[in-house]
């Protein structure tokens, strides 16, 4: 138990590699063993994760769980990791949800063995940026983890899935080269990669590099930043990639990127940004928060003309994450203002720590859905379903439910989230916040189109003999949903957490 | 009692031996042929990786060092050692050569011939390496050149192996003049305490020649060796040689050859010319972006598969220019992984071509497709090949790439637009890297099997030990890349005081 302890981040970063480096052992042919082989073992780190999240002190400040090893001393960048209430949140639902999306991917039937070893290796990919402490290794997760999503999207895709795989890849390398190049330059003037050893040196440094004053050297290692999250998370317009990549992506794979790697590029503002660049986003708040409300209205006016069902969830996203964005723009923009001024921030930035999560379950709740129905009809054109609800009655159920996270009915996770959000926001930015809530409109708007167009109307005649969502797809749709509500009627759990995290940062 | 034994010169002469023992078979006895070339080829790679061992970091300097008088009228000596800069390069000879070997099994034209060729281009390319004798240093550098000429000519691609296999050697042969010239005068212009000359480069180093001398000489003896290392605009033969090469050649030639370059250019320009290099090599960088771009760019519009690969040399080469050329400890080892990185990188990209070009008989781009069905080991190794080649972290390429641009930044202090440089190659040669390396996946690997391929045969055993032996290597050094850096670390100190960086 000592061992699992003191190792604990390492353990939850790495056991998806082992178990991705055992099931290349497995038999090739044996599908079912291998499918449930990458289940089994997906759950060893989400056990660990659930540990984690019971171990974890919210009321200790600082990082805990802190390993630090060197790793290339040439350029001085070390193993060095560590958890807080923001991490740990990320670590649980990244846990959670990969089991799940590997439990709906046993309908894959093509080539089971790449798929099962790729889907562990992204886990880890993942993982690492969740828990990395130092520039270097942070980038080495955060690029590493985009190989296997490119492979899964590439070679389990959907028909256009050679394009979207291309332009996911060649977009978010294009945006890491401008971080990585900043990442360079800031350890070169530190002397250090590791992050906290930066946070105490860089945000003071008051010395220009080559010749150019400090600030233009901050501004530019800020916008290289922002640029790389920016495309991860994505902000209006970055995120053109993101319905391509989505709609061609298998399901589970469109379960942990919207679930998951989507949050990646948030975690990046929380963990780089606002620590190292704190005055750079103040002044660039303002924009930041215009680019978010965008994203919110842009996005879901998007989703709302779409007639493929899975295009709509995906344009959500995009409405969606551009509500962290803005708690995180608010967050930023209250920087040394008064106290009253500051609990603004703290409120939208737990808003905005909590929507990251519950935007992981409904949206990978959605996904899954749409993969449900998807993979019974061969469509996703809105305007082929019709009166399923008559036929698949527990789906139709399911459907609604998420469908309600996602448009925030109170009683239900997103409500929470984005009522903090919003009233974060409402203070710092009002008139941005106003607009905000006429996405908030749309979003029931297409939520209610998709729910109307699926399940409601007269009952098309092909579909009358579809099948029921089986247990399996029950069973990983299930826990989304009850973390869902749990979150919703009861979201302290969860928020004490992240609120002390979230405190210590910015109040 | 170790050191007793003469472990450099085993090395260097076993693969010599071996030619001279496969000569004496007779030649339709194929399969001893390739049996004992094979061993041989083991032999020298296990000893090399033992020396790699064997090197004591914490002393540092020349070790197992020879020292035999050779015409010591004219202070020429056979002395040879190795240190931090040079073992990485010893060792990544001896893998490339067995590998080599191994995915040569399948040469049913005169195997005995190859292979004896084959193995004095080895004996030449280990001789550069580990010479402290600049004259030989000379003498093995032309003793590679020349089992190259006929390997392609004979071996090679028959529509381009006569032109190729000329032009690469007119090339490689005027490179050296030039830098033979700029030995010579160092040569004569030194005079030892005995009153004599000498080629012994350690104490040339020590000469203390005169800064203007060492910036006339500069050139001529770097740029002649940079030929070699594919330099921009002098990199023209090498597309045309590696693509004309037969398989086992084009791994040498593009894995080690073009290293040999780079590192002679070092040993002999950079480290015995000092002042000169502080004078070119903030201009030399400029060249080496060069390469890094444009051989990206050219890379990316090739449709000949083998091309591609050759091209990439020319862009990856660039950065271990731009390595040396920041004179900085994070440069040079950055640049010394990139020689080792790139070297295991490019032979298992040639391996792989070889082994689909050997089934298809087209390299065509646009012709290829669906061959992970075929050689699904073969597409599993080239794509982590191309990983290492865009720098995707938890590979070689990575940790390789990453130091020579940090090198770059910390060279800001020699010349303003070093950062720049940096910037420059990194925003247009990753992503299109990772653009031509992605497009002939595709191409190649993915998409739809053309029904001519339906009954090509899968690899054979020899080709899949060959690419893991490659691959294992790729992925071990990107994961714990102390194991390489810390000796490079040791090895560069010494040269970079006298070029007044750290």
């Known amino acids: 138990m000592d061992f699992i302890l003191n190792n604990l981040l390492t353990l939850i970063v790495f056991t998806p590699l082992v178990g991705s480096v055992l099931i290349m052992l497995l038999p090739r042919e044996n599908k079912p063993l291998l499918r449930w082989a990458a289940f089994v073992f997906s759950l060893v780190p989400a056990a660990l994760s659930i540990l984690l999240w019971f171990v974890y002190q919210p009321d200790v400040g600082g990082f805990q769980f802190e390993v630090y090893a060197p790793w290339f001393p040439t350029i001085n960048a070390g193993y060095h990791v560590g958890v807080d209430g923001i991490s740990v949140a990320m670590i649980l639902l990244t846990g959670i949800l990969t089991p799940l999306a590997i439990l709906i991917s046993f309908s894959i039937e093509e080539r089971v063995q790449a798929y099962m070893a790729l889907f562990l290796l992204l886990e880890m990919g993942m993982m690492g940026v969740f828990v990395a402490l130092d520039l270097i290794i942070f980038f080495v997760f955060w690029e590493f983890g985009l190989v296997p999503m490119y492979f899964l999207i590439n070679q389990w895709g959907g028909a256009d899935r050679h394009y979207a795989s291309f332009k996911f890849f060649i977009y978010t390398m294009a945006g890491s080269v401008g971080m990585l190049l900043a990442i360079q330059a800031m350890g070169l003037t530190a002397g250090t990669f590791d992050l906290l050893g930066i946070a105490q040196v860089w945000p003071n440094l008051t010395v220009g590099l080559f010749g150019l004053p400090i600030t233009t050297v901050k501004t530019i290692a800020f916008w290289a930043f922002f640029l790389a999250f920016a495309i991860k998370v994505p902000i209006w317009p970055f995120h053109t990639w993101l319905p391509d990549a989505h709609t061609e992506a298998p399901t589970a794979g469109s379960m942990i990127l919207a679930g998951i790697l989507l949050k990646l590029g948030a975690y990046g503002f929380l963990r780089i940004i606002q620590p190292l660049f704190p005055h750079e986003f103040q002044a660039f708040a303002l924009p930041v928060a215009i680019l978010a409300l965008l994203a919110i209205v842009l996005g879901a006016y998007a989703s709302l003309g779409q007639r493929d069902f899975k295009k709509l969830i995906a344009y959500s996203s995009v409405s969606h994450m551009g509500m962290v964005v803005l708690g995180l723009a608010v967050a930023a923009r209250v920087l040394g203002a008064d106290e009253a001024t500051r609990l603004n921030g703290i409120i939208a930035a737990n808003g905005a720590v909590l929507q990251m999560f519950n935007h992981g379950l409904y949206s990978a709740a959605l996904f899954a859905l749409v993969g449900v129905v998807y993979e019974r009809t061969h469509t996703r054109n809105l305007d082929d379903y019709g009166g399923l609800w008559v036929a698949l009655p527990v789906y139709g159920g399911m459907l609604i439910f998420s469908s309600m996270a996602s448009l925030g009915l109170p009683g239900l996770n997103g409500f929470v989230s984005e009522f903090l959000v919003v009233r974060g926001a409402w203070p710092v930015f009002p008139a941005i916040t106003f607009i905000g809530l006429l996405g908030l409109l749309l979003s029931a708007a297409y939520s209610l189109k998709a729910i109307q167009k699926v399940l409601h109307g007269p009952l098309n005649p092909h579909w009358t003999h579809l099948k029921e969502v089986t247990w399996r797809e029950a069973l990983a749709i299930a826990p989304l949903m009850l973390l869902m509500i749990a979150i919703g009627v009861w979201p302290r759990w969860l928020l004490d957490v992240i609120n002390l995290t979230v405190t210590r940062m910015i109040g | ?304 598969f083998k091309y591609v690969i050759g091209f990439s040399s020319v862009s990856h080469m660039g950065l271990v220019s731009l390595g040396f050329a920041t004179m900085n400890h994070y440069g040079w080892v950055g640049a010394g992984l990139q020689m080792f990185s790139h070297g295991i990188m490019t032979a298992l990209f040639f391996a792989v071509v070889g082994m689909v070009y050997d089934r298809a008989h087209i390299r065509d781009i646009p012709q290829l497709g669906g061959m992970v069905r075929k050689m699904p080991w073969a597409a599993v190794a080239f794509i982590i090949g191309g990983l290492v080649s865009m720098g995707m972290p938890g590979f070689s390429g990575f940790v390789s790439e990453l130091p020579i641009f940090i090198g770059a930044w910390r060279a800001g202090s020699i010349a303003a637009w070093y950062p720049v440089i940096a910037v420059v190659a990194a925003l247009f040669g990753i992503p299109v890297t990772a653009a031509y390396i992605m497009r002939v996946v595709g191409r190649v690997f993915f998409g739809e099997l053309p029904p001519q391929f339906a009954h090509i045969p899968g690899i054979t055993v020899q080709d899949k030990i060959a690419l893991a032996i490659l691959v294992f290597f790729l992925i071990g050094l990107g994961v714990y890349p102390r194991i390489m850096a810390d000796l490079i670390g040791v090895g560069v100190r010494p040269f970079l005081a006298a070029l007044g960086g750290a």
């Open chain 2, 1 to 304: 009692m170790l050191e007793q034994i003469p472990f450099i010169s085993i090395i260097v002469f076993t693969p010599l031996v071996t030619a001279v023992l496969l000569m004496l078979l007779p030649p339709e006895r194929k399969t001893a042929i390739r049996v004992i070339s094979a061993i041989a080829a083991f032999i020298t790679m296990a000893l090399s990786i033992c020396l790699f061992f064997a090197y004591n970091q914490a002393q540092g300097g020349y070790q197992f060092t020879e020292r035999t008088d050779w015409i010591p009228q004219l202070g020429i000596s056979y002395f040879v050692g190795v240190d931090g800069l040079n073992l990485p390069l010893v060792v990544l000879t001896g893998i490339v050569a067995f590998t080599g070997v191994l995915v040569s099994w399948g040469i049913e034209d005169r195997p005995r011939e190859f292979f004896t060729f084959f193995f004095i281009l080895v004996t030449g390319v280990f001789g550069v390496f580990v010479s402290l004798d600049m004259f030989l240093l000379f003498f093995f550098y032309e003793l590679a050149v020349f089992p190259m000429y006929l390997l392609i000519g004979i071996w090679g691609w028959p529509v381009t192996r006569e032109y190729a296999a000329m032009k690469l050697t007119l090339y490689l042969l005027v490179g050296s003049v030039f830098s033979l010239v700029g030995a010579l005068a160092m040569y004569f212009s030194y005079t030892t305490p005995q009153g004599t000359h000498t080629f012994d480069m350690l104490e040339l180093a020590r000469a203390g020649f005169s800064p203007d001398f060492q910036r006339l000489w500069f050139l001529p003896t770097f740029l002649g060796f940079a030929v070699l290392a594919g330099l921009w605009p002098f990199h023209n033969w090498s597309p045309d040689g590696h693509v004309a090469a037969p398989t086992a050649v084009s791994m040498l030639h593009a894995g080690v050859l073009m290293k040999l370059g780079a590192y002679s250019a070092l040993r002999v320009g950079v480290i015995l010319l000092p002042e000169g290099a502080k004078t070119f090599l903030p201009f030399i960088v400029m060249l080496a972006v060069v390469n890094v771009v444009y051989g990206a760019f050219i890379a990316m519009i090739q449709r000949d």
